[in-house]
């Protein structure tokens, strides 16, 4: 790249564009206080003209056209005065210090979130429908309600309706965030944007466009945001007031004098540089203490939100756990079987088979015996209910429980009550019958996460109560609740995205400040409208990442407790920095008052200030771990 095209590149930058000119202006003000000149000029003109002159331009705007009474307004009667009077070193410092501040903030905030417009791509542009035997393809958007659709294995569901005819396994992981496919068959519902994994199904169309399902979330993700409170510089905050207060004092100050230095000296001292500086180099200091350790913050003011949560609410699945199902338990029901041998059996039959809960079960095998397995002969599955297959001279089925029954599998109700144990801690339960009778069963969960409970218990002495919303049934969700350490008062189950916007809602009516940590897409409106979302990054869907204000790019939770510390620890900081860099003003105020200051000193020591909140937000970057990532 040539040194022109280099240039142009950066000029085209905005950041990069303002931190040339800082630079620029440092230098030149640099040499303008050692009265290095060019041409007789004082090189303090460089700053003024490249920092000062966007202050003023902006607070005249805003005072002519908004009435917008800002902190910029100060810094620009400082300037224009302090150049009347020839402090043009004074006048060029305020301008660069003032620009630095406006730039650390802008760093903060992150402008280039994403939005999630598309969400509306996992809904299919075409779908199949069905009239009078005959097939043909059409927008989806076109579907009316009561068509009949056609959804072959593999293709996304393109509108909410019931099963007609068919059976399947559908992925509902995209809305529900369970990663186990739901079976389905004639007079289920299924929603649109869930994936159809092995057969062939018709549905009748009952929600269609804007009603559907998938529809109804991009919504609710675009609007989630709209009531979330926004935190302004308190430099502009507080603007009118110190304007006010300035001007006064110089006023006074100067008809009690007669001399207009120390009138100028106290706009000069007045002017809000550490104070403006006060909130983004503690909140910058944070967010790079945090990416250390593994965590975006996407939002300039995220950790400021999450020093005042009361509550964090965790999704289950990918959040607090693994997201894959997992054996958990094997049972015999026949004396002339091991749990070995049943496990084993079972295996040999899924090996064909590419439905996750197969997947698991040959997962649960030793690494030898997994190497080893023989392939089945006369494999069959039906898709949504089980697989078949002869071995060893054996009638072997796999599957649901209602499936075997409908076969004509024998022992069905001993099956049913063993499996009820299992079935009441969440596990889902797969069973296997041979030679026409129930021999037993294999239990698969997802796995939690390690520590869990360790987090649980940080998050607590830090006052902030954990509770879980999940999209799974209220029996896993108590299960897991107790694994985790999370008091049943504080589970949700059965929640759709709709019942954990409407729950956080609810909460925030209360005033509590809730935090919401989650993975999947089906968490993106919730992580939208939370206090604070923060998302699984590793595992976490697009869309959650992108509506959430802080991500964990390792998905490990553990670090939460931390973020919470280290975010308080923060807003202590810039407490600490407010109180200082006002009380340097106040000081500065009254010896410019009593004349024992003049411009160019009352800049260097009021902006001393700003160097002190500077290297005291920097000890915000050695933040120790402690306890809270040991398991």
């Known amino acids: 790249m040539s040194p022109l095209s280099f240039m142009h590149a950066v000029w085209q930058d905005e ?49 002519i056209t908004r009435f917008d009474v800002k902190a910029d307004l100060l810094v620009s009667l400082a300037l224009i005065a302090s150049v009347i009077i020839g402090e043009y070193f004074a006048a060029g410092e305020v301008a660069v210090i003032m620009q630095l501040g ?60 019931e099963i007609l005819s068919g ?27 869930s994936i159809n994994r092995f057969g062939v199904f018709e549905l009748r169309a009952d929600a269609v466009g804007e009603s559907s399902t998938i529809a109804r979330m991009a919504k609710l993700v675009e609007s989630a945001d709209a009531s979330r409170a926004k935190i302004v510089r308190l430099a502009d905050r507080w603007a009118t007031w110190i304007v006010a207060s300035a001007l006064s004092m110089a006023f006074i100050t100067w008809l009690a004098t007669g001399e207009e230095i120390r009138a100028v000296t106290i706009l000069v001292v007045f002017c809000p540089c550490a104070l403006v500086l006060a909130t983004p180099t503690a909140v910058m200091a944070a967010i790079g203490c945090a990416t250390k350790r593994g965590v975006l913050v996407r939002e300039g003011d995220a950790l400021e939100r999450l020093a005042e949560i009361d509550r964090a609410a965790f999704d289950k699945t990918g959040t607090l756990t693994t997201g894959e199902p997992t054996l958990c338990g094997v049972k015999s029901l026949s004396s002339a079987y091991t749990e070995s041998d049943i496990l084993r059996l079972a295996a040999i039959a899924e090996k064909p088979s590419s439905h996750p809960l197969g997947r698991a079960i040959i997962r649960g095998l030793k690494d030898a015996e997994r190497a080893q397995l023989p392939n089945p002969n006369d494999f069959k599955m039906e898709s949504g209910s089980g697989v078949s297959a002869r071995i060893e001279g054996r009638a072997v ?80 969700a108590e299960h897991v609740a107790k694994e985790a350490g999370i008091d049943e008062r504080f589970v949700d189950a059965g ?63 553990r670090v939460i407790p931390w973020l919470v510390r280290l975010s308080r620890r923060m807003m202590r900081m810039i407490r600490f920095n407010i109180t200082l860099a006002m009380g340097i003003n106040f000081l500065a105020i009254i010896l410019a008052a009593l004349g024992l200051m003049g411009p160019v000193l009352g800049a260097l020591v009021h902006n001393a200030g700003s160097v002190i909140v500077i290297l005291n937000s920097a000890r915000l970057l050695r933040t120790p771990a402690e306890e809270d990532q040991k398991s």
Do not use: Y
């Open 15 to 63: 950041p990069r564009r303002q931190i040339v000119l800082i630079v620029v202006s440092a230098i030149a003000l640099l040499l303008g206080f050692f009265d290095i000149t060019v041409s007789g000029i004082d090189l303090s003109w460089v700053a003024i003209l490249l920092c000062g002159t966007p202050i003023v331009i902006e607070a005249a705007i805003g005072l």
């Open 102 to 161: 406006a730039l650390l903030e802008e760093m903060t905030v992150a402008k280039a979130r994403k939005g999630i417009e598309r969400l509306a791509s996992l809904a299919p542009e075409t779908a199949r429908v069905i009239s009078s035997g005959t097939e043909r393809i059409i927008p989806a958007s076109e579907v009316k309600k009561g068509e009949t659709i056609r959804v072959n294995p593999g293709e996304t569901v393109p509108v909410d309706g």
């Open 167 to 193: 059976s399947t396994s559908v992925d509902e992981s995209v809305l529900t965030g369970e990663p186990i496919p739901v079976d389905k068959a004639a007079g289920d519902h299924v929603m649109s944007g």
């Open 397 to 476: 089925a796999v599957g649901r429980l209602s499936w075997l029954k409908r076969i004509g599998a024998v022992g069905i109700e001993e099956a049913q009550s063993a499996a009820a144990v299992f079935e009441a801690e969440g596990a889902t339960t797969v069973f296997i019958a041979l030679d026409g009778t129930v021999a037993g069963f294999m239990a698969l969960s997802d796995a939690m996460r390690p520590g869990i409970a360790n987090v649980m218990r940080n998050l607590e002495k830090q006052n902030v109560s954990p509770m879980l919303m999940t999209g799974d049934h209220k029996e896993a």
């Open 495 to 557: 929640c759709m995205p709709e019942d954990k916007l409407r729950r956080l809602e609810s909460l925030e009516r209360a005033t509590i400040r809730t935090a919401m940590v989650g993975d999947g897409i089906n968490d993106a409106p919730a992580l939208k409208r939370a206090w604070v979302g923060i998302a699984m990054g590793g595992i976490g869907s697009d869309f959650a990442v992108n509506a959430a204000d802080i991500v964990l790019v390792r998905d490990d939770i």
